[in-house]
Nanobody, 124 residues
Framework: QPQLVESGGGLVQPGESLELSCVVSEYSWMAWFRQAPGKEREGVAA??????????MYSDSVRGRFTISHDANENILHLQMNNLKPGDTAMYYC???????????????????WGQGTQVTVSS
């Protein structure tokens, strides 16, 4: 049974940073999604590690502020979040899958395995 476990959420002020972590198995596709109250779950960032140099994708709302990375030795997925804004407040989920393409990475339907989520709140 796949098991993804997120950690690192919390309450921060606008402009501050936070790093999320997710213990994963040996997947080649991994991602972070988030869901704010009353809104759809949206893709934040994804990474593909099934090639010599992993490459990543970001949503427009976080590009330049968030960085997704994967520690292959520890099998941990990270999301470094800088310059956080109140609009980043949401439950953040780690997701993973074995196959796929880039064109639909932000579609939650194509991800097979999910964590339970960790809450991030950005407020002054």
């Amino acid at each position: 049974q796949p098991q993804l476990v997120e950690s690192g959420g919390g309450l921060v002020q606008p402009g501050e940073s936070l790093e999320l972590s997710c213990v994963v198995s040996e997947y080649s596709w991994m991602a972070w999604f988030r869901q704010a109250p009353g809104k759809e779950r949206e893709g934040v960032a994804a990474i593909f590690t099934g090639c010599p140099t992993p490459f990543s994708m970001y949503s427009d709302s976080v590009r330049g502020r968030f960085t997704i990375s994967h520690d292959a030795n520890e099998n941990i997925l990270h999301l470094q979040m800088n310059n956080l804004k109140p609009g980043d407040t949401a439950m953040y989920y780690c997701a993973a899958r074995w196959g796929g393409t880039w064109h639909n990475w932000a579609d939650r339907q194509v991800w097979s395995d999910w964590g339970q989520g960790t809450q991030v709140t950005v407020s002054s």
